[in-house]
Each structure stands twice: as C-alpha cells, then as structure tokens.
C-alpha cells in the first residue's frame, strides 16, 4: 500500500494520517511530493509523477481539504486508469461514479491502514482492483469518453 502526494496547508490532515498510519504498523510506502515547479513539461512532469504514483499495487487517496471538505480528486482516476487497487478516504462524492466495496476500498481513518495492507498483501482485495480497472475502462476512458460525446452529435 502506498501514498502518494503532497502534503500542503489545504491538505495538512494528510500529515496526521501518514504518523498515525507509521504509529499502527500499517506497511505503508511513503513518496512525497511538491506543489513547487518542477521545470519540466507537463507532459513530463505528469509522466514522472504518474510513474510515481503508481509504484506500488495499492495506492492511498486521501481526500479532505482544511476546510473539513472530502472531495474527489484527480488520483481517484489516475490510480484506476493504471490499473491498481484504489484504497480512498470516504467521500460521498466518490458513490455518484464508483461503488464501494466493488470498485475501490473505502476507509474512514488511519486505524483501518493495517488490516487494510495486510488484505492487500494476501491478495484478498485483487477482485476489487479488477473491478475497478473495468469500470474506469467502461465508462472513465478516453473512448468511453468518446462515445458519450458522440451521443451528443
């Protein structure tokens, strides 16, 4: 299981998270990232970062703003699109598109990263993170994308 990402004022609680995580034995991977400029290309800079993000099998998504707001966020999609096991922080918003449970893992707080990386490591989640490459290839890509444009036309 990993994190990948930023921790910034706007997302500060990622902080408490990651210590909580480390204090609880979860066997969690660590890769932080910058907010600051990178001086590449953003088609290289997203490369790198994708590359990055889906290093591990089962990657973290933490979803609250300082506000207190849960949002969804681009990761959300990156981490399907790639084909790996989305584990994400609850956001209602995340049910309008995915299904809990059968497209990603949700997990409410730090406490539940242990288990949740041991059943990622028996294997016990690969159903979830099969289903959740489909759903984002069915009805999230580029040519699902496509097609629903074409309705349009």
């Given at each position: 299981l990993g994190f990948c990402g930023t921790i910034e004022d706007y997302n500060v609680h990622r902080y408490f998270w990651m210590l909580a995580a480390l204090a609880g034995d979860a066997d969690l991977t660590i890769d932080l990232t910058s907010q600051q400029p990178d001086g590449l290309g953003v088609a290289e800079s997203l490369k790198i970062y994708l590359s990055?993000?889906?290093?591990t099998g089962?990657?973290?998504s933490l979803t609250m703003r300082s506000t207190g707001d849960l949002i969804l966020v681009g990761r959300t999609?990156?981490?399907?699109?790639?084909?790996?096991?989305l584990v994400q922080e609850y956001t209602p918003d995340a049910r309008y598109y995915l299904r809990p449970g059968e497209d990603f893992v949700e997990v409410r707080d730090a406490g539940e990263l242990p288990e949740v990386g041991e059943r990622v490591r028996s294997g016990a989640y690969e159903p979830i993170r099969a289903q959740?490459?489909?759903?984002f290839a069915r009805a999230y890509s580029d040519q699902a994308v496509v097609r629903h444009l074409a309705t349009w036309v």
């Amino acid at each position: 299981l990993g994190f990948c990402g930023t921790i910034e004022d706007y997302n500060v609680h990622r902080y408490f998270w990651m210590l909580a995580a480390l204090a609880g034995d979860a066997d969690l991977t660590i890769d932080l990232t910058s907010q600051q400029p990178d001086g590449l290309g953003v088609a290289e800079s997203l490369k790198i970062y994708l590359s990055r993000l889906l290093s591990t099998g089962a990657c973290l998504s933490l979803t609250m703003r300082s506000t207190g707001d849960l949002i969804l966020v681009g990761r959300t999609f990156d981490v399907l699109r790639g084909g790996r096991l989305l584990v994400q922080e609850y956001t209602p918003d995340a049910r309008y598109y995915l299904r809990p449970g059968e497209d990603f893992v949700e997990v409410r707080d730090a406490g539940e990263l242990p288990e949740v990386g041991e059943r990622v490591r028996s294997g016990a989640y690969e159903p979830i993170r099969a289903q959740g490459a489909a759903t984002f290839a069915r009805a999230y890509s580029d040519q699902a994308v496509v097609r629903h444009l074409a309705t349009w036309v």
